[in-house]
């Protein structure tokens, strides 16, 4: 009997999907640009515009970073005309959602690295910069991990407290720049206490902690534990 061979198609992958790095840029941008859009003062009558410009940048950016073209046209088309009918609840609503998926996301992250099959995401940073880690370094890293965690999950529920508890609009403040001011200045107090507690060591800049963070992010995480 004759075998029947089959072949399979197998499609070229579009500009797209060769070039992701230029996806996740501009996805960023986009979100970015969105975000600031949405803070910016502006008169009634340009809300409508500004909430719907808005949704569409985000849209744009899920389909650069998901590829999924059709979804994305959908989801722009159910939520445009909300904007353009309630654009200062949508607005408002819009920036709720991102705060907490941003958030949310950085909780799971450093939340996750620090279960007992996984390395604390500090550590797994730090080693990345300057390969295995001292004893001591390694206690510090686990415990910055955990002021992280613990600063993303005040972070997120510190907006519904405020909301139900506090002055009338003063919930909005973390999600006006607060929380990212906060976060900066942290970073910043954290650079200059972990020169004084670690000595002996060849400590780097923010900058090259950032990138390590994002290149700890972008590519899979170890998930197991090192035996000491």
Known sequence: MSELTQTRIIAKPTWLERHTAFR?????????????????PYTPYAAIPISVISLLMQCMAFALLSLHLKTSAVMAICLVPLAVYWPHQVTVADGCVLYAASLGMMLFVFGRSLLPSQQPLVAVMASRVHGPLRADIALYTHALTVFWTMFFAAALTTPPLLFWFGPAGIWQWPLSGGTFA????????E???????????QHVSLRTTITAFRNTHASPMQTTTSDA
Request: charged fraction near 10%.
């Open 182 to 189: 906060m976060a900066l200045l942290f970073m910043v107090m």
């Open 24 to 40: 996740r840029g501009a996805g960023a941008m986009l979100v970015s640009l969105s975000i600031l859009l949405g803070h910016i």
């Open 191 to 201: 650079a200059g206490v972990r020169r004084l507690v670690i000595r002996n060591f």
